[in-house]
């Protein structure tokens, strides 16, 4: 059960990179390169929002005051 588990982590991990790939409009194997796990792009991506949302900007708005 544990390894089964596993691998259908494993493949929706793939799919998630796939996806972002697709949207971010560069190959899968552009994308493994510079995140070679989904830990790794969810630390960036987290990064990236957290810098944002210090910047004032949230979901492309900027906060009042």
């Keep these: 059960a544990m390894r089964l588990e596993s691998q259908c982590m494993a493949k929706e991990a793939r799919q998630l990179q796939g996806h972002v790939a697709r949207r971010a409009g560069v190959s899968r ?37």
């Design 29 to 65: 194997m552009t994308l493994y390169r510079r995140f070679p796990d989904v830990g790794s792009l969810i630390a960036a991506l987290a990064s990236y929002l957290d810098a944002r949302h210090q910047q004032g900007h949230w979901l492309g708005e900027v906060k009042p005051g």
